[in-house]
Structures are given as C-alpha cells and as structure tokens.
C-alpha cells in the first residue's frame, strides 16, 4: 500500500490475522482513494496507531492475542473521534449488539461482497465528516476532498457536478434554516438540518456539515447561528 499523506486520502487501519481475508480486503479496498495499513494482531494495531493517525478502523473481532471491543476501547482512549466497523464471522444477533454496544458504527459479517464492505467505507467516512472532523486541530477546512471523493469512488467529475447542484440549492437550504428558526418551529428546524447534513456529507462540505451539528444541538444558539451563517457565506462566495 501507499505512504499516506495527510489530508490526501482518508488512511485506513485493517486488522485482520487471517492471511485469505488480509487479501480479500486489500483486493476490495483497491478502488477507494484511500491508503491502507494493515495490522495482524491487538499488539501491532496498537503500534500502528502510535505512529499514524487513521480516519477509521476496521477491525476483527477476534484476534490472536485480544478482541476486537477491547481493541477499539484502548483506542479509543486516545483517539476518540475516529470511526471503526467491526468484521466477524459471527452472525448471531447478539454479537451484533455487543459490537454496537461496544462503539462500533457498523458490523460486517465474513464472508461480505466487495461492494458491501465499499459502501459501509463511505457511509462511515461521510457520517464521520458530518458528526466533525476526526483530525487533531481546529482549524476546519471548508471543503473534505477525501471524505467526498471516498463517496463517489474517486470521480472527481461527478464530485463537481454534485457540488455544482449543492451549491445551488444552498441558498434555498439557508433560507429555509432562517425561517424555521426566527418562527421557532423545531420540527422544520430538525428536517431541514438532516437534510442539509446529509448533502454536506456527501460533497464533503466539512466546515458546514459541523456548523449544522452545532446548530442542531442548540438552535438558540446566537454563536451557533452566526458559524451557520459564515459557513454558507463561505461556500457561495
């Protein structure tokens, strides 16, 4: 796999101790614009996570010396905002909750298709630039090429004619937000966020995408008001 370059492409951490599925994902995950570690046990996923910073983790739940929610809470512990999917063969209902339970955002169960294990990728991967970015620092850029090209497969065309429709029905999208806020209407508050949310996760409109977590965690807000506001401003120049 490629060195990472920070902010290039996500960096991904697979810890797998099987030889067959340490190669079933790298053929898998040679389509995403994304670099790859791999790691074959809790100690070496550990190591890896010293030295590198990871935009997710996908994780086996069962490993040679630990498991996959002990794993993901040790890391965890010093790199809270990172995303990560478990993969287990285990399809029993209550795996699933436990490795839910345990702070995963998705569970795939082996053996998975390559489409199944790409689209979970860049569900995450979106999700995670919407709830804020994972990276040390505050300063956030406005714009997440990675995170949006991860979702479109690297089509750096279709990126641009989506954030072409993005950027034309934001003013609308603002518009709405304003109205729902000054008649303090809170359902049409909530809708018109999720779907703002949504569209920012998919362009990888980052800076928006946090400024409309914050403000729908508190609409009353005058600060939170006031980043929405500067954010969009941004973005339509």
Same mark, same amino acid.
């Given at each position: ?14 810890? *797998?101790?099987? /030889? ?14 994304? =670099? ?9 996923? /550990?190591?890896?996570? *010293?030295?590198?910073?990871?935009? @997710?983790? @996908? ?28 993969? =287990? ?16 955002? *998705? =569970?795939?169960?082996?053996? /998975?298709?390559?489409? =199944? ?46 954030? *072409? ?30 779907? @703002? ?41």
């Amino acid at each position: 796999m490629n060195t990472h370059v920070q902010g290039s492409v996500p960096h991904l951490l697979l810890v *797998e101790d099987d /030889m067959t599925s340490q190669g079933f994902f790298q053929f898998a995950l040679e389509s995403l614009p994304a =670099t790859v570690d791999i790691a074959d046990s809790f100690a070496s996923a /550990m190591q890896r996570a *010293e030295s590198s910073h990871y935009d @997710l983790w @996908l994780i086996d739940v069962n490993l040679p010396d630990g498991d996959g929610p002990t794993l993901l809470q040790r890391l965890r512990a010093k790199y809270p905002r990172v995303s990560a999917l478990a993969h =287990t063969a285990d399809a029993s209902t209550e795996v699933q909750q436990a490795l839910q339970q345990a702070g995963f955002s *998705e =569970t795939l169960i082996k053996p /998975m298709t390559r489409d =199944t294990l790409l689209k979970a990728i860049r569900r995450t991967l979106a999700k995670s630039a919407v709830s804020g970015d994972s990276r040390d620092g505050t300063d956030v850029p406005h714009w997440d090429e990675a995170v949006a090209l991860t979702a479109l497969n690297g089509q750096q065309a279709h990126l641009r004619a989506l954030r *072409e429709l993005f950027l034309a029905e934001l003013p609308v999208a603002r518009d709405a937000v304003g109205r729902a806020l000054d008649r303090h209407d809170d359902a049409e508050l909530r809708n018109q966020l999720h779907r @703002l949310q949504a569209s920012c996760g998919f362009v990888g409109a980052l800076k928006l995408a946090r400024s409309v977590r914050q403000l729908h965690n508190n609409p009353s807000s005058t600060s939170a008001r006031q980043n929405f506001d500067s954010a969009v401003s941004a973005l339509l120049g």
